[in-house]
């Protein structure tokens, strides 16, 4: 359709008029941190493997034992016949490591949140939600029906406000929050929110997406922050698990009615025996090797200090340039010295924040931190025509 491929050319101009364009690149992963990009290879800073564990020898064999005894695909949705054995043994070794009743596994974390969200509240209800959490939980949020509104990132104050204004207006009210944000690497004040919601009769919900197998020996966000109540605490199997879905964990009858009521579980295909068989895998390492989960925050610690940064509360360190045409600039300088770092621009950031976001994982040497510091350092104090 001649309007149809317009309308998309008009889109995709305005997108490349604002820097805001972006493209694939191909990748391949190699052997620890490093990647390939056609004949060029790096050592990567962008990628959420914290744990290596993607690469791990453990994991890949539990993936292909998974696939040999139950196959490429789940064949249904987990309601018919696509409930893999493995997907119960995983919901219990999730429950267990995050101390909660039971837990539900879905598709992906971003599956999860827009099934999670619409399941619990709708129109009549609220939702109050950091300004800077992950866009599927904005979604989930937006695809409810309920009333949302936005607090400014980690203002509790501002949280409080909205409770005491809004809160009896309305049926039942969630709080949204990213337990580690994911673009700052920075933690939710996730106690006080605890408090703050059991306060007015609402219902936290932490994704821990940057949190599980990082924070608190790989327990994550919410045990960092002391294990206050939290009843919904989401994540990823897909970053320092190294697999692939999402999950909840929480109450054994929430986890009963997301599993009859979270659309985006009801009607999608269960999780491939193959991601669930790694998950599971990386579970037992984070479990049985809490030293391993300390790595990624000594490794962003150790290039905070060296860049005279403040000291990172998670694995990822944001360095904030500003424009987009900035940000992408020093990528292109780190790449040419041999260190993958993804600018990070608009919308995926709010205008004029545009960053390089730099993931530290237990993949990296202090040998690569100390030459990406360096790197940065003089990159950063070159006026050059680059920039
Ligand atoms: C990556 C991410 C998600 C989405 O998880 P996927 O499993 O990749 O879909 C959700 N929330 C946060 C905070 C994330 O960073």
């Avoid at 696939?67 to 490429?72: D, F, L």
């Amino acid at each position: 359709m001649r309007s149809l491929d317009d309308f998309a050319m008009e889109k995709l101009g305005a997108a490349e008029a604002r820097g805001e364009r972006r493209a694939l690149v191909p990748t391949e992963r190699l052997e620890g941190a490093r990647v390939r990009r056609g004949a060029r290879e790096f050592v990567s800073f962008s990628c959420n493997d914290y744990l290596g564990l993607s690469q791990h020898a453990e994991v890949k064999r539990a993936a292909a034992e998974a696939v040999a005894r139950h196959g490429a695909g789940a064949g249904a949705s987990r309601l018919v016949t696509g409930d893999t054995p493995l997907l119960a043994e995983l919901e219990r070794a999730l429950a267990r490591l995050k101390d909660t009743e039971d837990a539900v596994v879905f598709g992906s974390g971003y599956l999860a949140n827009i099934g999670i969200v619409p399941s619990l509240v709708g129109p009549g209800d609220l939702v109050l939600v950091d300004a800077l959490s992950h866009a599927c939980l904005l979604a989930g949020s937006r695809l409810s029906g309920a009333r949302e509104i936005r607090f400014a990132h980690n203002d509790l104050g501002e949280a409080e406000r909205l409770l005491r204004r809004h809160r009896a207006e309305h049926r039942r009210c969630l709080v949204l929050t990213d337990g580690v944000f994911s673009m700052d690497g920075d933690l939710a004040p996730v106690a006080e929110l605890s408090r703050l919601a059991g306060a007015h009769d609402a219902w936290l919900m932490t994704d821990d997406a940057h949190g599980l197998g990082v924070l608190a020996d790989g327990r994550g966000s919410v045990a960092a922050a002391g294990s206050p109540p939290v009843p919904l605490q989401m994540g990823t199997l897909s970053k320092a698990l190294g697999a692939y879905g999402g999950y909840l964990c929480a109450s054994r009858p929430v986890c009963e009615l997301l599993r009859n009521r979270a659309r985006s579980f009801v009607y999608t295909t269960g999780l491939p025996p193959a991601a669930a068989g790694a998950a599971l895998a990386a579970l037992a390492v984070v479990a049985r090797e809490p030293a391993l989960t300390r790595i990624p925050r000594a490794r962003a610690r150790a290039f905070a200090a060296a860049m005279g940064l403040p000291e990172p509360q998670s694995a990822i360190v944001p360095l904030v340039l500003g424009t987009s045409e900035r940000a992408l600039a020093a990528s292109a300088r780190l790449a040419e010295e041999g260190f993958l770092a993804a600018a990070i621009r608009p919308p995926t950031v709010p205008p004029g924040t545009a960053r390089l976001r730099l993931a530290f994982g237990a993949a990296h040497t202090e040998e690569d931190v100390a030459r990406l510091a360096a790197a940065l350092a003089r990159i950063l104090s070159d006026p050059g025509p680059a920039r």
